[in-house]
């Protein structure tokens, strides 16, 4: 079974910083691009960062600068560094995943959500 867990969300003071973990787990065959979503309250769910499988990166124009995006392909992991956060930044975050799965002698690519964790920034 395929999962991921995020880890690293909270609770903190404009102008600080989080740093976000993702790791992907289960028999997976190869992980291709990962990347962070956001969702807040009463908005639709948006793209923050992307990261290929070899290191090219994209980011939403509201974070560039602040927040950088990186991997650990040994351990099928993405983080999201986030530094200088505002109160904008409140959301529940989302780990994405593209993934080649190998079943029953088939590949399968499959997009993967976890279950998402809570950042807030205080004002």
């Known amino acids: 079974q395929v999962q991921l867990v995020e880890s690293g969300g909270g609770l903190v003071q404009a102008g600080g910083s989080l740093r976000l973990a993702c790791a992907a787990s289960?028999?997976?065959?190869?992980?291709?691009?990962m990347g962070w979503y956001r969702q807040a309250q009463g908005k639709q769910r948006e793209l923050v960062a992307v990261i290929t499988s070899g290191g090219s990166t994209n980011y939403a124009d509201s974070v560039k600068g602040r927040f950088t995006i990186s991997r650990d392909n040994a351990k099928n992991t993405v983080y999201l560094q986030m530094n200088g956060l505002k109160p904008e930044d409140t959301a529940v975050y989302f780990c994405n995943a593209d993934l080649l799965l190998f079943r029953s002698g088939a590949y399968y690519p499959s997009d993967y959500w976890g279950q998402g964790t809570q950042v807030t920034v205080s004002s």
């Open positions: 289960g028999s997976i065959f190869r992980v291709n691009a």
